[in-house]
C-alpha cells in the first residue's frame, strides 16, 4: 500500500491562470473524494467520484472547478481563471470499495498561492 | 450529517494519557465517529471509528456513551509526536459518505 500521492505539492500561480492539480489514490480504492482547507478551518468537502463517475459535487465547487476521472484510477481537479480566494491546501483522499465504514486515506495535499 | 463540538485547544504532558472530547448529541443511529488527526501541513490521518461500542487499536482508544451523544478520544501515552489537530467526524453510512469536518481541537503535547 503506497498511499494516495498527488502533485504537485505546492503551486504558486498568478491571479487568471489556470492550475491542475493530480491525484493518484490507492490502487485497489474505487471511491475518491478532493477536500479544500483554508488556514486555521478543517478540510471542506468539494466532489466524490465512484470509479470514474462523479457523484456529488459540493456548491463550494464553483463553475471555474472541475474535476475528471476518466479511468477510474487517478484524478484531476482544475481550477480556471484562479482568483486570490482559491488560495487553499487541496486534499485528496480514496476509499475501498464495499463496507459502509471504510475509512478514507488522506494524500499530503497540494497547496495552492495565488498571488 | 450530525455536527460535532470540540473544544478549541488542549495542553497534556507527555507521557499522561490525552482524552480528547467529542459532542455529538444530534447523532442518528446509523452514523459512526470517526477521529482523524492531522499533523501541521500534512493530509489527514485515521485514527479510529465506531458506532457504539468502545473500541481500541494501536494508536488509540474510543469511549461513546451509551446514549451515543458524546464520544472521547484517548490517547494512552502522549508524546511530543501527537501533537496535532484532532478531528471528530460523524458519517452517515450511506450515499458518498463524505466526512463534514468541525474546526477540531488543537492538542499541544508538552515536555
Known amino acids: 500500500d503506497t498511499g494516495v500521492s498527488q502533485d504537485p505539492r505546492h503551486k504558486i500561480t498568478k491571479r487568471g491562470q489556470n492550475v491542475t492539480f493530480r491525484c493518484d489514490p490507492i490502487?485497489?480504492?474505487?471511491?475518491l473524494y478532493w477536500y479544500r482547507q483554508t488556514l486555521g478551518q478543517g478540510p471542506e468537502f468539494l466532489t466524490y467520484?465512484?470509479?470514474?463517475?462523479?457523484?456529488?459535487k459540493s456548491r463550494l465547487l464553483s463553475d471555474r472547478f472541475s474535476a475528471e476521472r476518466p479511468k477510474g484510477s487517478f484524478s484531476t481537479l482544475e481550477i480556471q481563471r484562479t482568483e486570490q480566494g482559491d488560495s487553499a491546501m487541496y486534499l485528496c483522499?480514496?476509499?475501498?470499495?464495499?463496507?459502509?465504514?471504510?475509512?478514507?486515506?488522506f494524500g499530503p495535499g497540494t497547496r495552492l498561492t495565488v498571488t | 450529517d450530525a455536527k460535532t463540538t470540540q473544544p478549541p485547544s488542549m495542553d497534556c504532558a507527555e507521557g499522561r494519557a490525552a482524552n480528547l472530547p467529542c459532542n455529538h448529541s444530534?447523532?442518528?443511529?446509523?452514523?459512526?465517529v470517526y477521529w482523524y488527526r492531522q499533523i501541521h501541513s500534512q493530509g489527514p490521518q485515521y485514527i479510529i471509528h465506531?458506532?457504539?461500542n468502545n473500541e481500541t487499536n494501536e494508536m488509540a482508544s474510543l469511549i461513546i456513551t451509551e446514549d451515543r451523544k458524546s464520544s472521547t478520544l484517548i490517547l494512552p501515552h502522549a508524546t511530543l509526536r501527537d501533537t496535532a489537530v484532532y478531528y471528530c467526524?460523524?458519517?452517515?453510512?450511506?450515499?458518498?459518505?463524505?466526512?463534514?469536518f468541525g474546526t477540531g481541537t488543537r492538542l499541544k503535547v508538552l515536555a
Open positions: 467526524i460523524v458519517r452517515i453510512t450511506s450515499g458518498t459518505y463524505k466526512y463534514i
Open positions: 465506531g458506532l457504539k
Open positions: 467520484f465512484q470509479n470514474e463517475a462523479q457523484l456529488e
Open positions: 490502487s485497489e480504492h474505487n471511491r
Open positions: 444530534t447523532i442518528s443511529g446509523n452514523e459512526y
Open positions: 483522499a480514496s476509499s475501498r470499495p464495499g463496507g459502509a465504514t471504510g475509512e478514507q486515506y
